[in-house]
């Protein structure tokens, strides 16, 4: 899937609905935690994800969106 | 949603040779507004779906999410996740899983009035209308009030190895008011949550221009004729707001069987009960206190856990006694006994953790007026302006915001933020009569790192605590 793609897709839309303000950002981030208890690891855990956030203004109001479904 | 993503991920990390997998597909969609003094300042929309995966590899728990869920995506998260948890395994903590019994089920929580059939603009109106209405309250000056309006819809499909497919849909709507004003040079802060498991009735049911109303109206009667008391200890008759808080924060925390192992020590804190405290008097007789998913409507309302354990009542304290911890598989297995269903997970991308759900104290056979009758000189806290606990969760305070002096068995006049400042056992030893007054609460319940925040309800009904400090 390409994220820019939609990113710019929302940024076309928004600016055809004539909006003061906005910013689209895409943050792809890969993570991975081990967590220790007492010395020894308790779990470890890996985080994958894709957040497309999108922030407009418009007469004054602020709107925000947090998009993390991609299907 | 892409249920077929989950059955593909429990089998290929089964083929990987772990001894169990589960798998938590979940979408959510919240919208949500704030206003500040009356004006809209932020709408959100978010709309959420993704997969988590957790599994036992040689007794190394491992855990991987992510929301890119195309096929290949998904089973390289899942290859690198399998592969760090192996890397883990030297010094690994030996987690097991007991055999439990498996569910294939689904359920929903039906709303009254759906939440998608009141447009946005009519619900941002009535808030609007609520903090208009307690500005029309002569004699105050309002200094700040935040309304915080916010509703998700969570679907959820579960499957583990153990052959448990359950899938639950569950809407939430909520509000809070965060409120302040000032009169007489004096200022009084009030936040107080409300929220639910159903439709837009409980919205309605609320009231919500009357409740802001009925509110600021206590405040300035504290801020312009509450008294300070004079120090010392007396009897107290706590509201069913302040029972609630008691409930969650000195009996719910520290039951929680994660915290009494340690397992949450560095994040969430720890507990003043061991595992052998089952058993200890803690209370007395009168304290009976339940943590219960399964109470309908509650906010903290589920019908399966997210280990897929069927939810139950279960008697934290009874009769003034240790009875029963929280426990997720993990720790339930350290103890040797089985889960009681209390593992939950703020969102797709966190691990299941040992949490409340709606945590109350049962309620006895008086009339709250009737625990005011046997006090000769005491205090009447309503409902709470501030709290804290220490880590341990046996040292703790409440400063009352609606408040009232009670003499002779008679309310006699508005006090001004008091203090209770007490033990966990000296405050539940102290409880001697309860009334029939259960109302439950809502509010948002912290844990770990990475943070998961957790709706829940904590209440109970009014009751009275003999002989306590108050400053």
Known sequence: MDYKEIANYIKKRLIEKKVDDLIVGIVNSNAVQAKFTNNKISIMQSWDSVDIGVFISLKKKIALTSIKDFT | MEKDLADYSIKLIQDLDASYVEARLESSAVRGFVLKNGIPQISAFDTVLGIGIRFLLNGTMGFVSTNQLEKNKLKDAIERAVKVTKSASRIKEHIEFLEEESYADKYEVKQKINLDDIDISEK????????????????????????????????????????SKIEAVIPKPNFYYFTTISANNKAMQRYW?????????LIKNWDVINLLKEEVRAMKTMILKGEKVKKGYMDVVTGTQVTGIMCHESVGHPCEADRILGREAAQAGESFIDKDSIGMKIGSEAVT??????VEGGYGYYKYDNEGI???????????????????RETSAKLGTQSNGSARASSYNREPLVRMSNTFLLPG?????????????????KNFMEWNIDDKRLNQKYTGSECYLIEKGKITKPIYQPTLEITTPVLWKGVDAVANNLECHAGPCGKSEPMQSLPVWLGGPSMRIRNVWIS
Do not use: C, Q, W
């Open chain 2, 193 to 201: 949550p409300y929220g639910g498991s159903g439709g837009y009735e």
């Open chain 2, 124 to 163: 941002i109106d009535l808030f609007i209308d609520a903090d208009k209405g307690i500005r029309d309250e002569k004699g105050i000056k309002v200094l700040g009030n935040f309304l915080s309006y916010g509703e998700e819809i969570v679907k959820e499909y579960y499957i583990n190895s153990d052959g």
């Open chain 2, 365 to 381: 056979d008086y009339k709250e007026e009737e625990l005011f009758e046997d006090v000769n000189y005491g205090i009447f806290m």
């Open chain 2, 289 to 294: 206190i339940v943590d219960d998913p399964t």
């Open chain 2, 310 to 328: 069927k939810a139950r009542r279960k008697f934290l304290y009874k009769n003034g006694i240790v009875t029963e911890f929280l426990h997720n």
